[in-house]
């Protein structure tokens, strides 16, 4: 359970003693970023001020042939690194590789901002994402045409048991 300590700036500054770190959110609600001590979080608020930055950031995770449209919530200038959280209903892929708050790190990321340019590459990645399904479907209906299969009962074998 997370305690308000302080605002600050534009944000607010909570505690939250399971994890033991002070956490800062935005106006809406957004985790922006989190520190061991509150003046480690002041400090990190105002480095994201003086660069201007507004949270949350509107970007595509785009990795393993799967393209997540989502937000940037917070920023770690020390450890380089952010925490991205994904639109539930804006994937194009297998879902339980994309969904929920994931931190990343800058140095590998796969995250580009929502341009006009990247907003036609998300619908054209969706549009061959639903023909791979497809095919995937069709692949999977002549699979279960098979006949006659080999397992246990075909070598009048009893079930496995566990």
């Known amino acids: 359970m997370e305690t308000k300590i302080a605002d600050y700036k534009t944000f607010q500054i909570l505690y939250d003693p399971q994890s033991r770190h ?8 957004d985790e922006v970023g989190t520190a061991d001590s509150q003046s480690t979080l002041e400090k990190q608020l105002d480095a994201l001020a003086k660069h201007r930055w507004t949270f949350p950031i509107r970007a595509f995770d785009s990795r393993n042939l799967i393209v997540t449209a989502g937000r940037i919530t917070s920023l770690n200038p020390e450890e380089r690194t952010f925490y991205f959280v994904a639109d539930e209903d804006e994937v194009s892929g297998p879902r339980r590789f994309t969904t929920g708050r994931t931190k990343g790190r800058l140095t590998s990321s796969s995250l580009y901002e929502v341009t006009p340019r990247n907003e036609e590459i998300f619908v054209k990645v969706n549009d061959k994402r639903k023909q791979v399904k497809k095919l995937e479907e069709e692949i ?3 699979q279960e045409g098979f006949e006659k299969k080999i397992d246990l009962e075909y070598f009048g074998l009893p079930a496995a048991r566990y």
């Open 140 to 142: 999977t209906e002549l």
């Open 22 to 29: 002070f956490i800062a959110k935005n106006a809406d609600g």
